[in-house]
């Protein structure tokens, strides 16, 4: 059976046109629309990443200056011993001193009856005269002390301990010093050294408010390398 044929009226052409014209009126994007549309995108990617860039430069900036300001503390420059290999701190108003085995500090230098004297001192060395570091911080220690408190006449220890210095096993001896002259501290660490022989690190610091308190022995303890 043969299909009939859509029968197009008057009306339906009428509304095509119709239609076809309202179509054509509705405005198209300008091409300046499309370009500010395009550069706004542009404009929001590029302040993204430079935003992530200051960011960036903001941390990095930072973290230098916590690290210079660090290695600008007082007490982190050191002294080295080139025998041993000891490290000792060189913290403000300690001075240089020349010594025949080892490095020195001085702090406070002032008048006494033997002429000069110091009221602290930090001095590296070194001894194979011992077999353990006990011993060696022991007779180290009464050697210093006779060299630095000739008069004294008893001493109170204080510390006798094990200590790590630099990751070595090492010991620590302490002595309160009562003298005629000058009372004070005295303090000797002996550190084993791969030679066989003992490093030492010896202080002392005199009973005076013109002296470092003796809790700053302790500091320099841990600040030996």
């Known amino acids: 059976m043969p299909r009939?044929?859509?029968?197009?009226?008057?009306?339906?052409?009428?509304?095509?046109?119709?239609?076809?014209?309202?179509?054509?009126?509705?405005?198209?994007?300008?091409?300046?629309?499309?370009?500010?549309?395009?550069?706004?995108?542009?404009?929001?990617?590029?302040?993204?990443?430079?935003?992530?860039?200051?960011?960036?430069?903001?941390?990095?900036?930072?973290?230098?200056?916590?690290?210079?300001?660090?290695?600008?503390?007082?007490?982190?420059?050191?002294?080295?011993?080139?025998?041993?290999?000891?490290?000792?701190?060189?913290?403000?108003?300690?001075?240089?001193?020349?010594?025949?085995?080892?490095?020195?500090?001085?702090?406070?230098?002032?008048?006494?009856t033997r002429g000069t004297c110091d009221r602290g001192a930090i001095q590296t060395g070194s001894t194979s005269a011992y077999q353990d570091a006990k011993n060696a911080a022991e007779g180290e220690l009464k050697k210093w002390v006779a060299a630095n408190y000739r008069d004294s006449k008893k001493h109170t220890e204080l510390k006798a301990t094990p200590v790590t210095i630099a990751g070595v096993n090492s010991y620590l001896v302490r002595w309160k010093v009562d003298s005629a002259s000058q009372a004070g501290y005295a303090q000797v660490v002996a550190i084993p050294l791969s030679t066989g022989d003992f490093g030492t690190v010896a202080m002392h610091l005199n009973e005076s408010p013109e002296a470092p308190k003796p809790e700053f022995m302790d500091q320099v303890i841990t600040e030996i390398r």
């Open 4 to 112: 009939k044929q859509p029968i197009i009226t008057t009306t339906d052409i009428e509304d095509a046109i119709a239609a076809g014209i309202r179509q054509s009126r509705q405005p198209a994007p300008s091409t300046s629309e499309q370009l500010s549309g395009c550069a706004l995108a542009l404009l929001c990617i590029f302040g993204l990443g430079a935003l992530v860039i200051a960011i960036v430069v903001a941390i990095l900036y930072n973290g230098d200056m916590n690290s210079r300001n660090e290695a600008a503390k007082p007490g982190l420059h050191h002294l080295a011993d080139p025998r041993t290999g000891i490290q000792i701190p060189r913290h403000p108003g300690w001075d240089d001193e020349m010594v025949f085995n080892g490095v020195a500090l001085s702090y406070g230098e002032y008048g006494c």
